[in-house]
């Protein structure tokens, strides 16, 4: 079945380091990809996706690139900030119609930057 | 536009008792997943309701049963609760065209 590894947590940086989250899957087809993040208490937030190979998601700062030769989605961002310190998710859906589709998650990497 | 919507935001049951979370879906979608998160781990389906029917069930027991209402609300009972149903359950609601958008979560303790 499908599946998502997780760059192993936590992970610790200083405020304006760069940061890279490995994320690779296992999946039938063509899945979309997706970075959810979790702050403190609070659900998951979509960060970004790619739907196809070679799209690059981006949001506030953060990128990440899907990469069907290498079955990869690695999370990255060139300076990170306090406020990024949250719990990262990598996910996949089966199809590109991912509304109706379940998320595989990944067990999640915990990022804290320290000022 | 109001978000997704969960209730309650935590609950504390004993073992063996019954328990019944709600989801209120994103104005506009027809679809809600519900996902259990347990400590440290990332989240896992439960099972998704699409127009009132279930479309999909992950690897959980049939004492885990939802419901999803004419207004797209959904509801997810757990039955004979175990000391391993503690956890943050999640909602997300999504249509056809849209992605998943998470609800803040309902974290059951059982003791």
């Known amino acids: 079945g499908d599946s998502v590894t997780q760059m192993e947590g936590p992970v610790t940086l200083s405020e304006e380091a760069c940061l890279t989250i490995?994320?690779?899957?296992?999946?039938?087809?063509?899945?979309?990809l997706f970075w959810y993040v979790q702050y403190p208490g609070e659900g998951l937030q979509l960060l970004l996706k790619?739907?196809?190979?070679?799209d690059k998601g981006s949001n506030k700062g953060f990128e990440a690139t899907y990469r069907k030769e290498t079955t990869s989605f690695h999370l990255e961002k060139g300076s990170v900030q306090v406020s990024d310190s949250a719990v990262y998710f990598c996910?996949?859906?089966?199809?590109?119609?991912?509304?109706?589709?379940?998320?595989?998650f990944g067990t999640g990497t915990r990022l804290t930057i320290i000022p | 536009e109001t978000g997704v919507t969960q209730s309650p935001t935590h609950l504390i049951k004993t073992r063996g008792q019954q328990v019944t979370l709600r989801c209120s879906s994103q104005s506009g979608h027809n679809t809600v997943s519900w996902y259990q998160q347990a400590l440290g781990q990332g989240p896992q389906f439960i099972f998704q309701y699409y127009r009132e029917e279930e479309n999909g069930r992950g690897n959980f027991p049939p004492r885990f049963s939802g419901l999803q209402f004419p207004n797209y609300s959904s509801e997810l009972n757990v039955n004979a609760l175990e000391l391993d149903d503690s956890a943050l359950y999640l909602c997300?609601?999504?249509?056809?065209?849209?992605?998943?958008?998470f609800g803040p979560g309902t974290r059951l303790t059982v003791t």
């Open positions: 997300a609601s999504s249509s056809d065209e849209y992605e998943q958008y």
């Open positions: 790619a739907t196809k190979a070679d």
């Open positions: 490995n994320c690779t899957y296992t999946a039938t087809g063509y899945p979309s």
């Open positions: 996910a996949l859906s089966a199809s590109a119609f991912f509304g109706n589709e379940k998320l595989t």
